[in-house]
């Protein structure tokens, strides 16, 4: 068991003649969660975030076409089988009457175990980030309420607070939770915490193992002959100089001329803009076929793998959550993002600094439209306004967009939990003074 | 060593209109005036007429001065051609008052356009008229009265402004401290002490932050049929319309003063408490100083200063507020979502705007004396603020910090605030806007329904041209 968040992705393809009839049905559900959001919320307990979407055909490398398609795309804490269980069951009708508009449906009817099989067997590998990591949504509303109740209570400290000492304060504060029968759950420890980043982290540390000792073994190489040693030691020359290599075919790629993205017209930014006038958070859908060459679509594949080991320490600000992943034999790059306020000021978080710019080179460079770069970071010429053109002309309208909930930036989720976890922790008066500030 | 070529960059004064580069300070009386056109030929005539009246950044005007900004909808009442048309930028193209830039401005509600004096239905064009003195003033609105009426030019409004003592704004503080530096105005800017910003963050034609020339309009080579325009930096097929230009934005924001200090006063023990609580809300004393730098009380020596940041010495708000109005307008050093003080700076200072901005209206007290306006009773007078910024990417500078700093209640981890000063606050069944948040110890306070202490009464955003630009468009056929 965890409180890992997790993405799950379901792609099938679709006839285009069906876009628009499949579009009309996820804008109807899309209506409906205005009156059902809280039916939905009690029976999705484990849904953070679902995207639902067609995606029209699109054109790789100047002449293949890529076929349309419908993608699901959900968020979602706890383990995966409850997950789909949780969709099937719930959402059963809608996924059936939508999936069945594709060929890859079966022709037979579909009971919940089978339409489960059917999710499973149509999803593909994402990787995925999560802005306040653990969090299930239980806690979620729970962690608010604490942290309000205890607010609350605070202010009664007020009046005598600045000559009461930090120590004392935290302790009145644990003793009030304490006190309260509704808040007892907050005087536990909170759990999973070890078998969490236990979890998230044995990849990269088992990468790390073996990267480690296969430097080791090389040393030892020249004193002892053992084969295994020399078997260890083959595995990290072997992938330096595989990604040297892959580096300067890369280079070699980036010498194609630059071809922009058509520039979107002012009527499509419109209609994408329209949907996003969600009080808090808000969602971001680019899918772009890749820049030509068979090294983008490698390159990206050990991004993204590597990029996912690393997963439990990367920070995109305003981010709740987000996901890269490939399709089409790797030739196309679908990113959703679900952030805090509007696209048009998220977006800017991406190039806003030189650091976010190079780290969002080292995936979107190999996008088609999207800005040149000279050895994967490096920027070339409008490098900013290429970025801002590629990121428009490639978002998609998200038919469907379901959230959890609606009130809480992930600055909120994340102070909330800090505030959760220093109750009950041993603490300095510097540390507890700017615990208190989570309040 | 070699020179950066941003730094080379010689401004063309003599192509920009001087309130660019210039405040006018000498000159203290103003007035703007909102026009519309009634007949396309006449007005390229008027244009035609006006230009070498045009006071530009060459120019010291000493005794008057004269800018002109024009509207989407006034261009395109010179039947500018579609492909030029086209080339401005959404945003402004659309108009402040299109449904989805109000949605973005905050402009709901109390503040939604519907309830404006002007600005719903987007005026032509606006002529800035300043003197060194009322009857200077009067003098050159005669001149300008005359000149638009024997064009047909239909007078909309008139707004005139009057500066206040010691240079405040109307709730009482010492405003237009803080601006950006260009840094292809000064003779050194490798010395300069204070951060300097790349002329094309604030004028078309020059290279901005991002090392690009600033997206701006254009027209097609072959329509500049009298060679009036220079060529576009980064397409040689396209003349640049937008060089030693930029975009202004215009608010007319009226000050609510009796309700401002009636709220700290019921909130505050004593009137220094009061005081002392505007402050937290503006992020500067009323004589100007910064809470950061004399969070205990003012310093006049102090109250000019600008060279400050958040990050070493206030991270979490407890001398200057993070929601303060100074710290979600220019986060300086720190962004409460960042991770580095470098690379907050880096993000905040691609969002910033030069302000042109002049209050109108009488003053509550002569003074301005807080003390004074806490117990003075209502006068049912309007006064208030026309905020003017000037910025090459409206939707970067100027959208993004009212949108995402200003109105955004979860700025910066907050929960319900929106700017305590000129956000727009409510209460309904999806946001919560309506709360000030200030860090302190042992548990933060929290005002609660702040009323709106600013009300939108107008607003439109111009183009505010080159010379060249403006030849063009009073030449083109
Ligand atoms: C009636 C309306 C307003 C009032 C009374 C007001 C008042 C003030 C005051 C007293 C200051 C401090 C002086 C200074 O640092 O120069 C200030 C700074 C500033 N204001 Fe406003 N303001 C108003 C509207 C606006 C609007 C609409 C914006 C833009 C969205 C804005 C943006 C700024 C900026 C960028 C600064 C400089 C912050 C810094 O760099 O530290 N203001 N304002």
Redesign the pocket.
């Known amino acids: 068991m965890s409180t890992i968040h997790k993405g799950l992705t379901v792609t099938v393809t679709l006839d285009e003649e069906k876009i628009s009839y499949v579009n009309g049905l996820l804008m109807e559900y899309r209506k409906d969660l205005k009156i059902y959001q809280e039916k939905f919320s009690t029976s999705l307990r484990g849904t953070f975030f679902l995207s639902w979407l067609t995606l029209p055909a699109q054109v790789y490398a100047e002449k293949e076409k890529l076929p349309a398609r419908i993608l699901l795309m959900s968020s979602y804490v706890g383990s995966q089988s409850s997950h789909l269980r949780e969709l099937a069951s719930f959402l059963g009708p809608q996924l059936k009457q939508v999936f069945g508009q594709s060929r890859e449906y079966p022709e037979k009817e579909l009971d919940e175990s089978g339409l489960v099989d059917f999710l499973k067997a149509k999803s593909i590998p994402n990787t995925f980030y999560s802005g306040f990591k653990f969090i299930s949504t239980e806690d979620v509303n729970r962690e608010k309420s604490l942290k309000a109740e205890v607010w609350q209570y605070g202010q009664g400290l007020d009046g005598a607070g600045k000559r009461t000492s930090p120590r004392e304060i935290k302790e009145k504060i644990e003793t009030f939770v304490r006190n309260q029968p509704q808040l007892a759950w907050a005087a536990k420890k909170i759990p999973y915490g070890l078998s969490n980043k236990i979890q998230m982290l044995w990849p990269l540390a088992l990468f790390g193992l073996i990267m480690l000792a296969s430097l080791i073994s090389l040393i030892l190489c020249l004193f002892l002959d053992l084969l295994i040693l020399k078997i260890l030691a083959f595995i990290f020359p072997i992938f330096i100089l595989v990604m040297g290599f892959l580096f300067l075919l890369l280079r070699l790629n980036e010498n194609i001329p630059h071809s922009p993205s058509p520039e979107l017209s002012d009527e499509k930014v419109r209609e994408i803009v329209a949907l996003e006038t969600n009080p808090v958070i808000n969602e971001m859908t680019v899918i772009a076929p890749l820049k030509k060459g068979w090294i983008r679509r490698i390159f990206l594949a050990i991004t993204l793998k590597l990029v996912g080991l690393v997963a439990y320490f990367a920070y995109i600000p305003t981010v709740h959550t987000a996901r890269w992943l490939q399709m089409d034999r790797g030739k196309r790059l679908v990113f959703i993002a679900n952030f805090d306020n509007l696209s048009e000021a998220y977006a800017h978080d991406f190039v806003d600094s030189e650091r976010r710019a190079m780290n969002m080179a080292v995936i979107f460079s190999h996008a088609f439209g999207f800005p040149a770069t000279r050895w994967l970071i490096h920027k070339q010429y409008n490098h900013r306004s290429n970025y801002m053109k590629g990121v428009r002309a490639h978002q998609k309208v998200t038919q469907f967009w379901y959230a959890f909930q609606h009130e809480l930036s992930v600055e909120n989720l994340k102070r909330n939990r800090t505030f959760r976890e220093g109750l009950n922790k041993k603490m300095n008066d510097a540390e507890i003074r700017e615990w208190l500030l989570t309040l | 060593m070699v020179a950066n070529p941003i730094d080379m960059t010689v401004l063309e004064k003599d192509d920009i209109q001087g309130l660019l580069l210039r405040g006018h300070g000498q000159l203290s009386s103003a007035s703007y005036l909102l026009y519309a056109f009634t007949n396309p030929a006449k007005a390229r005539h008027f244009l035609q007429v006006l230009v070498p009246k045009v006071t530009t950044a060459a120019e010291k005007p000493e005794d008057t001065a004269i800018q002109i900004a024009l509207t989407y909808d006034g261009m395109a009442y010179l039947n500018l051609p579609d492909p030029v048309m086209q080339s401005f930028c959404r945003e402004f193209k659309e108009g402040m008052t299109a449904a989805h830039r109000q949605f973005i401005l905050g402009d709901t509600g109390e503040n939604a356009p519907k309830n404006w004096n002007w600005g719903e239905k987007s005026p032509h064009f606006m002529l800035m008229v300043f003197g060194k003195s009322p009857e200077a003033l009067q003098l050159a609105l005669a001149e300008v009265n005359a000149l638009t009426s024997s064009h047909g030019i239909t007078a909309l409004h008139v707004l005139p402004t009057g500066m206040l003592h010691n240079r405040k704004?109307?709730?009482g503080?010492?405003?237009?401290?803080?601006?950006p530096v260009i840094r292809e105005l000064l003779k050194n800017p490798e010395n300069a002490q204070e951060e300097t910003f790349p002329a094309g963050e604030f004028i078309m034609g020059y290279k901005n932050l991002y090392e690009e020339y600033a997206s701006c309009p254009t027209v097609p080579a072959a329509m500049d049929k009298k060679g009036d325009l220079p060529p576009h930096p980064d397409d040689s097929n396209l003349k640049d319309l937008g060089k030693n230009g930029t975009y202004l934005v215009f608010?007319q924001?009226e000050?609510k003063v009796h309700a401002f200090w009636q709220y700290m006063k019921a909130q505050s023990k004593d009137n220094q408490s009061a005081i002392a609580l505007a402050s937290k809300m503006?992020?500067?004393w009323p004589d100007?100083s910064p809470l950061t730098l004399c969070p205990a009380r003012p310093t006049p020596s102090l109250s000019e200063a600008?060279d400050f940041g958040f990050w070493q010495d206030d991270k979490a708000g407890l001398k200057c507020p993070i929601g303060s109005?100074?710290r979600r307008?220019?986060p300086?050093d720190h962004l409460v979502t960042e991770t580095s003080q470098k690379d907050s700076t880096e993000m905040a200072a691609k969002h910033?705007?030069i302000?042109k901005g002049r209050p109108y209206g009488p003053p509550f007290v002569p003074d301005l004396n807080p003390e004074k306006m806490i117990t003075r009773k209502e006068d049912n007078q309007e006064r208030?603020?026309h905020?003017i910024?000037m910025v090459t990417d409206i939707r970067r500078q100027?959208e993004f910090?009212?949108n995402n700093w200003?109105n955004f209640h979860k700025f910066g981890g907050l929960e319900h605030d929106a700017d305590p000063?000129?956000g727009n606050h409510y209460h309904n069944e999806s946001r919560k806007t309506d709360e000030f948040s200030l860090p302190q110890y042992p548990v933060r306070r929290k005002l609660d329904q702040l009323p709106n202490f600013?009300l939108i009464k107008g607003g439109a955003y111009f183009f505010f041209p080159g010379i060249k630009a403006l030849q063009y468009m009073a030449d083109h056929d």
Not at chain 2, 173 to 179: A, E, G, T
């Open positions: 704004e109307h709730f503080f010492r405003d237009d401290i803080s601006r608010r924001m000050q503006v992020g500067r100007g600008n109005h100074i307008t220019n300086r910033r705007m302000r208030g603020l905020f910024c100027f910090v009212q200003v000063i000129i600013t």
